[in-house]
């Protein structure tokens, strides 16, 4: 597992040789007699029991390589006008050393095999110091990931509200609570003001994005100042969610009325079904870049995706 930033190195000039960085993923290698046709084949792999990832698999005829990123995918995160916030929605965590499983289901038959994952054993950080950073840093991309189904939720629930609203307004003086409290907690979340530039805003997704910014790449273990900021976020984040269950109970006692009168209901999607679905949502910060067409191209050509979630 390669450490960002780690080991250094010094800058030579234009008359050294250089090539392609190696591949930080993990090869997954394995040879058939000849080529899959019927019938389904991927491959799995697994932790300590869980599932983490499902690939689809190389089914040619001969030696197949298939690449394992060692990371996890980004977080999905809420729309910021905050640039700094976004960098920190934009790369998952790295997954961490030790031993995986690796299951290759072709039609009815499994093969099963493992591999390890390993620091650079010349690294100068300590397992200790790797296991407190990685604990800090799923802390805070579970909370980006909270905060962008809380926020998600807001918003449909505000606008379901509203066109109920619009659509009897005969009826509105029941249902515009829930439209305004869920207005009002959902711009609490996020800093969508400003101009993405010199202008910007902050509230608490851009300071849990930026903390993990900061903490997921330095592998090292984190300060104390951030230790410090990360727990102080995560007792922030209980309110957050506390704020949220009163505006699911709202929402319930509004479902009521519209249920009686026939109106119809309002519904929200679970957290499960929002993470699982398809990675995309809010590109704020494309379209910013898109307006600054140099710096938009220049990062888009060295791979940048700024579709947040």
């Known amino acids: 597992i390669r450490d960002p930033g780690a080991g250094g190195n010094w800058f030579g000039g234009s008359g050294n040789f250089t090539a392609q960085n190696p591949s930080s993923a993990a090869h997954i290698t394995y040879f058939m007699n000849r080529r899959h046709m019927f019938g389904k084949m991927y491959i799995e792999i697994w932790k300590d029991g869980e599932l983490l990832r499902t690939l689809p698999a190389g089914k040619s005829a001969g030696i197949n390589i298939v ?59 300590s397992v200790e110091d790797r296991e407190v950073q990685r604990d800090y840093t799923m802390k805070l991309y579970n909370m980006t990931e909270e905060i962008a189904y809380i926020y998600e939720a807001l918003s449909s629930i505000e606008k379901q509200a509203s066109d109920l609203a619009k659509a009897h307004p005969k009826r509105a003086k029941k249902i515009d609570p829930l439209t305004e409290k869920a207005k009002s907690e959902k711009g609490k979340l996020v800093a969508l003001e400003g101009d993405f530039y010199v202008d910007e805003g902050e509230q608490i997704r851009e300071r849990i994005s930026t903390m993990y910014y900061m903490v997921s790449s330095y592998p090292g273990r984190p300060s104390q100042s951030q230790i410090d900021a990360t727990d102080k ?9 506390k704020t949220f269950k009163e505006v699911l109970t709202l929402m319930e006692e509004t479902n009521s009325f519209l249920e009686k009168k026939e109106l119809g209901k309002i519904s929200i999607q679970s957290k499960e079904a929002f993470l699982a679905g398809e990675n995309k949502g809010s590109d704020t910060g494309g379209q910013f870049f898109r307006k600054s067409n140099g710096l938009y191209k220049s990062l888009k050509q060295a791979g940048f995706d700024f579709r947040l979630f």
């Open 67 to 125: 690449d394992l990123p060692t990371s996890l995918k980004k977080p999905k995160a809420a729309p910021t006008k905050n640039r700094m916030a976004l960098g920190g929605s934009l790369f998952g965590p790295n997954l961490p050393a030790g031993e995986y499983e690796v299951k290759i289901i072709k039609g009815k038959k499994e093969y099963n095999s493992t591999f390890s994952m390993v620091y650079d054993p010349l690294s100068e950080y």
């Open 233 to 241: 976020l995560s007792r922030e984040m209980e309110d957050v969610t």
